[in-house]
């Protein structure tokens, strides 16, 4: 069995009435909701005097549905009850019709009036907006030769951190701790993945320092010269100031098959 | 809010409860003799839309 309730709420009243006899609750219901319009065709001043509470603009039609009494039927199942949903939303578009006739004239003027103020503030703001704007890059301009200025005082700049992760897991791969070793692997690692033809010690002790730690020096790549691991690349155009080297084909089989 | 319905010699009986409540004031009527609950439906409908 279903159960039908009809609340009537009006200032600080409030009916509740609850029953199972669907036919009675429609019957009450168009009965209140006719009342209710009639109580604001005949009592349109209250609705205007409620005005004041209201936010400052506000639609108009809102308004004066908000302000008409309240008329509530929910019913707790869904069985339908189209009479009775018909019968309030005409008396409520018949209330607001009516609420809006009734102060349209006075209430439009106010409204346009507050809305003029609110788009001649909205205009004074973009105003102030657009002027802040002009002067914004002018200050830039000037800020910015300080800061390069205090840039290259205070350089920022970090070297990465991240590392090679090839060439950890081919250091890995050889389960080794030998410095010796670590200066072949480098060697090769620099020629085959790096496709370097030819290397110095800075960039292998580049390449160790920066991922384990270590630095090779030069009398280790000596022994690896005289071990004839790696050869020194003779110089042919007299101007580099550095040692070049390159891995030799024993050099290549003493890290496949000795490491 | 409830309602309890029962049959009685095989007519449905209806039970009707109206509640009304002003302020603090809460005071709810509650019966199966609609003619007498639809009366005082009308009677505090009208005197509650005759207070504007």
Sequence with gaps: ?????????????????????????????????DSASDFVKAHPSKTKTQKTEQPPIQPVAERKAAEAPVVTAPIKEEIPAPAAAEVVKEAVEEAKVEAIKESQPEETAEVFEKASSLLKTINSIQD???ESKRIEPAVETADFGAVLEKSIENPTFEPSRVKDQVFLNLINSKETMDKFHYLMITAFYLSEFEKMERFSLKQINAKLMHNMSEVIDHSMLQEAINQNFIELVPDLTGVSEVGEYRLTPAGEDFFANKI | MYVN????????QHEYVFKMKKGDIEIELKSDDLE???????KWREDIMQKG
């Design chain 1, 128 to 130: 102030e907006t657009d």
């Design chain 2, 5 to 12: 319905t029962e049959r009685k010699g095989g007519i449905m």
């Design chain 1, 1 to 33: 069995m279903s159960n039908y309730t009809f609340t009537f709420k009006k200032d600080n009243i409030f009916v509740d009435f609850s029953t199972t006899d669907r036919e009675v609750v429609e019957r009450q219901f168009r009965i209140w909701v």
């Design chain 2, 36 to 42: 007498f609950v639809e009366q005082q439906l009308n």
